[in-house]
């Protein structure tokens, strides 16, 4: 059965279509693929038919993709494929909807499970006086560069099946994905929080020791009086994790309808010449990153009037 299904799954992608399901892994070995398949796809009933390809706008090749297409891209081009971007959103096209409902929910799932490990850390750090306090400071602060690929690399060689993870079986699905934005996420939530809540600790770090308060009890008081920056630093999470695309790439797939995010599908519709999808998701990914930095600013006012 195992070998049907692997025959079948080789004869779909040397067809023309098969680049377009979601296989195409970037940089993936043939090896790789037809277990991509198998596993995550005809578990959950079958090859999905690709989609109906759409209207390519001339191109040049890009990072080292080739469109099909030529090469004699005008500005005319450019406005035809920005107004069928404005189309396809006002008709709310429902590919488009599904890729952004799922980028939005890796996201903030993954932005949630970072601010709720990563702010109480950085709430300690801030308070609490220890040996190797000031190493573990920098090595936050240094881990806000912290690339994408390495962090999609380690967490595929632990979640592969010669990984000591290997077991739970989630790789190429959307678990995996939220894995790897929350461990890029965690060193912004744990930098921006210990900032904050260090100067916050200063205001009322005396306060709450004449009141027999301890450090452990007071950790809870001290975020609440910090809440606007707290705030600012969720955003700041979400913000991080919403536009990266290296490691949700090599951990999720990049499988058409099923971990097919924002970003990578920008990279994929981008380099087979499909400019108006690409637009219409690059406008809803600036209008989201818009969208957070303005909630923050009215957010944190309004907490601040408080």
Not at 45 to 66: E, Q, T
Not at 145 to 156: N, R
Not at 211 to 221: C, H, K, T
Request: glycine share 10%.
């Amino acid at each position: 059965m195992r070998t049907d299904a692997t025959a079948a799954v080789l004869a779909f992608e040397q067809s023309g279509e098969g680049r377009r399901f979601g296989a195409d892994v970037v940089g993936a070995s043939s090896d790789i693929l037809p277990v991509l398949h198998v596993e995550n796809v005809e578990s959950r009933g079958g090859i999905a038919p690709p989609r109906a390809p759409r209207p390519k706008a001339d191109m040049p090749a890009l990072c080292g993709f080739a469109p099909a297409c030529s090469i004699g891209w005008t500005m005319q081009d450019f406005t035809d494929a920005l107004y069928t971007a404005a189309a396809l959103i006002v008709d709310l096209d429902p590919e488009l909807r599904e890729i952004v409902a799922l980028s939005l929910a890796v996201s903030l799932t993954a932005s949630i499970c970072a601010f709720v490990i990563g702010s109480p850390f950085g709430a300690a750090l801030a308070m609490y006086r220890f040996w190797g306090k000031g190493a573990l400071i920098v090595i936050a602060n240094a881990l806000l560069g912290l690339p994408p690929v390495v962090v999609g690399l380690v967490v595929y060689l632990l979640l592969s099946r010669s990984g000591p993870l290997g077991s739970l079986g989630i790789l190429f699905t959307p678990t995996a994905m939220v894995i790897a934005q929350t461990v890029l996420a965690l060193p912004v939530v744990v930098a921006l929080s210990h900032r904050i809540m260090a100067e916050v600790w200063a205001l009322y770090g005396e306060s709450l020791s004449s009141v027999g308060a301890s450090r452990l009890q007071s950790i809870i008081p001290v975020m609440r009086a910090g809440r606007e920056g707290l705030l600012t630093v969720f955003l700041a999470a979400f913000g991080r994790a919403i536009a990266e695309v290296g490691a949700i790439m090599i951990v999720g797939g990049n499988i058409h309808r099923y971990t097919r995010t924002m970003t990578t599908a920008i990279a994929l519709e981008t380099s087979e010449g499909e400019l108006s999808f690409a637009l219409a998701l690059g406008i809803i990914l600036i209008t989201l990153s818009m969208t957070v930095s303005a909630l923050s600013l009215v957010f944190g006012r309004a907490l601040m009037a408080r």
